[in-house]
């Protein structure tokens, strides 16, 4: 009876109806609590359903079908993929080395492994674990599709779009592969077509992560923007975890030395700055330009329905934020602007020219009327009258500027000039013969200018 049982559940696992082979497995544990099988396949039940929250049932289940039954690999397989599911990649690892161990020939193993390997961006670790998977079964699909995911990362297109076009010729109907395809166009640049094969992979499975990622990738890839900071992230993805830091460092030093060569040398300043600007441009872009970009897409028909949940909330959270910054950056400077203002108006002579207030200017007006009615005597005089005093004239011209007829004033008479640009000259001295009421008295100066 309970065989019967589990032939039920494997079919009901065939056609993904999950709730119902849950059912039938439980029934057989309940029939029979020290059977094995019963406890294993109702773990990769719970795995295949996607719900994360449950996947401690999944390790009691599956620890105790390896209790009762310590040489079956299964339920080491079912507990590495709820522990990639996890992200508890050295678990997982363990798990599928145990599997492995255990049944060395079947091409799963090697296929959860090369996930794993894909999950910790090890891409050529993930191309040798899916080969020794084929090498078992050829045209086993998973290993099929996550070697050319790894391709694909390594930069080996070619070799990708061959690997994904046998998968489709072999299974049209194969979403991972369509969804392969796409990824493999987005590394190329060609977002077009891989707009298509991201909308045929999710019309096939419309639950494909993998799909629905790329097609959000290959939306946002429609701004040439994004599509410099798209193939930046592809080109990174080729390196070593340890090669990508070093670039990154290095281009900082390399930014931090260019700004001091500006600053010693002010001559090359222009040609260093516009490579700085860019610099900072762009690292501000490679921090903010996801959430950015996914707001950008939720103004999009069709992309915001494309956008997962954290996508949208992480989008409105950067809106937020951003809209708070910029009206915040508003207030501050209009506030600093009425605090210049108001201080305009308690003084308003710029502290620049408080050296000038004592200067006072005069009426242009008359000076300027004098000089044309009487000629150029009238002038003459003044300038004589000028020489004679060492009292400034006032200048014609300083209707056009009060401030700028104090400068003036002030400029000529450090050079020495009158108001209507005489050179000023100290009186000269010269003896003088004393009065006669007093012989004892030499000569003495006389201010008379000659």
């Given at each position: 009876m309970i065989h019967q049982h589990i032939q039920r559940a494997f079919l009901l696992l065939e056609q993904s109806r999950y709730d119902l082979a849950e059912q039938e497995l439980r029934r057989a544990i309940a029939m029979d609590p020290d059977e094995a099988r019963p406890y294993g396949l109702l773990a990769?039940?719970?795995?295949?359903?996607?719900?994360?929250?449950?996947?401690?049932?999944?390790?009691?289940h599956a620890r105790r079908a390896i209790t009762l039954k310590p040489d079956w690999s299964y339920p080491h397989f079912v507990l590495g993929q709820a522990h990639l599911a996890a992200h508890r990649y050295r678990d997982a690892r363990e798990?599928?080395?145990?599997?492995?161990?255990?049944?060395?020939d079947r091409a799963d193993h090697f296929g959860l492994l090369a996930a794993i390997y894909l999950q910790t961006q090890r891409w050529q670790e993930a191309i040798e674990a899916a080969e020794r998977g084929l090498a078992i079964e050829a045209q086993h699909e998973t290993c099929t599709d996550l070697r050319s995911v790894a391709l694909t990362k390594?930069?080996?297109?070619?070799e990708a779009a061959g690997a994904i076009g046998e998968a489709l010729r072999r299974n049209p109907q194969n979403a991972d592969a369509h969804a392969n395809q796409g990824w493999n166009m987005l590394h190329r640049g060609e977002y077009r077509q891989a707009l298509e094969h991201f909308r045929e992979a999710l019309r096939i499975d419309p639950e494909n992560q993998w799909a629905r990622s790329g097609m959000v990738e290959a939306l946002k890839a429609r701004n040439p923007v994004y599509r410099v900071l798209l193939?930046?992230?592809?080109?990174?993805?080729?390196?070593?975890s340890r090669v990508r830091i070093a670039v990154i460092i290095g281009l900082y030093i390399v930014y931090r030395f260019m700004g001091v060569v500006a600053e010693r040398n002010p001559s090359l300043a222009p040609f260093v700055q516009p490579f700085i600007i860019l610099y900072i441009t762009f690292a501000i872009l490679t921090w903010v330009g996801e959430p950015l970009f996914d707001l950008m897409l939720r103004f999009s028909r069709f992309g915001r329905h494309a956008l997962s949940r954290r996508q949208r909330l992480a989008s409105t959270w950067f809106a937020a934020l951003g809209s708070a910054a910029i009206v915040l950056l508003v207030i501050h400077h209009g506030r600093r602007d009425?605090?210049?203002g108001g201080a305009l108006l308690r003084d308003p002579d710029p502290a620049g020219n408080a050296h000038l207030r004592h200067i006072r200017p005069a009426p242009a007006a008359d000076a300027h009327a004098h000089r044309r009615r009487h000629g150029a005597r009238r002038g003459a005089v003044a300038g004589d009258g000028a020489a004679?005093?060492?009292?400034p004239v006032h200048d014609a011209q300083s209707h056009l500027s009060p401030q700028l007829h104090r400068v003036r004033l002030h400029r000529r008479g450090r050079r020495g000039e009158t108001a209507d640009g005489v050179m000023w000259r100290q009186p000269e001295t010269r003896p003088c013969s004393p009065p006669a009421s007093d012989p004892s008295e030499g000569s003495y100066p006389c201010s008379a200018a000659r």
């Open positions: 990769g039940c719970i795995v295949m359903t996607g719900n994360k929250e449950r996947l401690h049932e999944v390790e009691e798990e599928v080395d145990e599997a492995i161990r255990l049944d060395p390594l930069g080996r297109r070619e193939a930046w992230a592809f080109w990174l993805l080729k390196m070593d009425l605090q210049a004679r005093t060492g009292e």
